[in-house]
């Protein structure tokens, strides 16, 4: 088992781990309290993803540093104008519908 992200805001641990186990990753989460931000700063204590097969991990790891790179460019958030659903800056269509920006 190896760790292959850890974050104050479990907020985020909690969507990195969807998306791996979506990607067919098996996942644990460790100190996973569900609140938002873990009260105490202690970076030991902040909420961690593990990856059940350490074969898994170099894909794991490549998945979250997409996943982060996507946030890091940051392209504003764009209204959908069929659905009115607000959709994340880096997808040309409504996660939605599948209206073209
Ligand atoms: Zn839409």
């Given at each position: 088992?190896?760790?292959?992200?850890?974050?104050?805001?479990?907020?985020?641990?909690?969507?990195?781990?969807?998306?791996?186990?979506?990607?067919?990753?098996?996942?644990?989460?460790?100190?996973?309290?569900?609140?938002?931000?873990?009260?105490?700063?202690?970076?030991?204590?902040?909420?961690?993803?593990?990856?059940?097969?350490?074969?898994?991990?170099?894909?794991?790891?490549?998945?979250?540093?997409?996943?982060?790179?996507?946030?890091?460019?940051?392209?504003?958030?764009?209204?959908c104008p069929a659905c009115g659903s607000?959709?994340?800056?880096?997808?040309?269509?409504?996660?939605?519908?599948?209206?073209?920006?």
């Amino acid at each position: 088992m190896q760790q292959v992200f850890t974050h104050h805001d479990s907020a985020m641990v909690g969507l990195l781990n969807g998306i791996l186990k979506e990607s067919g990753i098996p996942t644990l989460l460790k100190n996973w309290t569900g609140s938002n931000i873990v009260e105490i700063p202690i970076p030991s204590l902040y909420p961690s993803i593990f990856v059940m097969n350490d074969a898994d991990a170099p894909e794991a790891r490549q998945i979250i540093d997409e996943y982060l790179s996507h946030k890091g460019n940051e392209l504003p958030d764009w209204t959908c104008p069929a659905c009115g659903s607000t959709v994340d800056g880096y997808l040309s269509e409504c996660w939605s519908c599948q209206t073209e920006r």
